[in-house]
Nanobody
Framework: QVQVVESGGGLVQAGGSLRLSCVVSGSIFSINAMGWYRQVPGKQRELVASVTGVGSINYADSVKGRFTISRDNAKNTVYLQMNSLKFEDTAVYYC???????????????WGQGTQVTVSS
């Protein structure tokens, strides 16, 4: 069993900042890539930022220069620091982790339940 739990969402004014956290726990053998996605009603879930197991980072063009992803491997945690927030950043943010669980012989994607980020204009 692997659990993915996000925290840190909330309501913020445009121009403000929020920091999201995501902890992966359970029967973990190893964690590969970790990332943040977001989704608004009626639209597909989109990648916001991701970081591989060796530290390679990728950002969506819309958040480059404003958001920073980081991970703490000792804590099985990934963070998303969001600065200069815009109204269009409003969405449910989901954490994704590619995990090889001890009970499986191959890695699989696990998702958190999502955390709401609302930016008021």
């Amino acid at each position: 069993q692997v659990q993915v739990v996000e925290s840190g969402g909330g309501l913020v004014q445009a121009g403000g900042s929020l920091r999201l956290s995501c902890v992966v726990s359970g029967s973990i053998f190893s964690i590969n890539a970790m990332g943040w996605y977001r989704q608004v009603p009626g639209k597909q879930r989109e990648l916001v930022a991701s970081v591989t197991g060796v530290g390679s980072i990728n950002y969506a063009d819309s958040v480059k220069g404003r958001f920073t992803i980081s991970r703490d491997n000792a804590k099985n945690t990934v963070y998303l620091q969001m600065n200069s927030l815009k109204f269009e950043d409003t969405a449910v943010y989901y954490c994704n982790a590619n995990v090889r669980a001890r009970t499986l012989g191959y890695p699989a994607d696990y998702w958190g339940q999502g955390t709401q980020v609302t930016v008021s204009s």
